[in-house]
Nanobody, 121 residues
Framework: VQLQASGGGLVQPGGSLRLSCAAS????????IGWFRQAPGKEREGVSC????????YFTDSVKGRFTISRDNAKNTVYLQMNNLKPEDTAVYYC???????????????WGQGTLVTVSS
């Protein structure tokens, strides 16, 4: 079971990025997929998740209205579209898989490596 996060980079405030989480070794739509982020010196926090059953989505308050999450089961990939990025969004972003959607780290069984997002002018 492997998850591969990609799509990070340097973007100016107000810009957009799309992160991808690709799965190998299992079928992604059997799992809820979450995105987490960890800024330097801070705890890893849940950002968003999408359920496996009805594709319900959840977001932490700080990204509501700016981020969207979606899945493409044919590509075995989940996307995190991030718009109107702010400097405080700067962090390493991780995707993870769990049986149920949630924004708490302990709920997730499988983790990908992170991808760095830097929002700066």
């Amino acid at each position: 079971v492997q998850l591969q996060a990609s799509g990070g980079g340097l973007v100016q405030p107000g810009g957009s990025l799309r992160l991808s989480c690709a799965a190998s070794g299992f079928t992604l739509d059997d799992y809820a997929i979450g995105w987490f982020r960890q800024a330097p010196g801070k705890e890893r926090e849940g950002v968003s998740c999408i359920s496996s059953s009805d594709e319900s989505t959840y977001f932490t308050d700080s990204v509501k209205g700016r981020f969207t999450i979606s899945r493409d089961n044919a590509k075995n990939t989940v996307y995190l579209q991030m718009n109107n990025l702010k400097p405080e969004d700067t962090a390493v972003y991780y995707c993870a898989a769990a049986g149920h959607c949630g924004l708490l780290r302990y709920e997730y069984d499988y983790w990908g490596q992170g991808t760095l997002v830097t929002v700066s002018s």
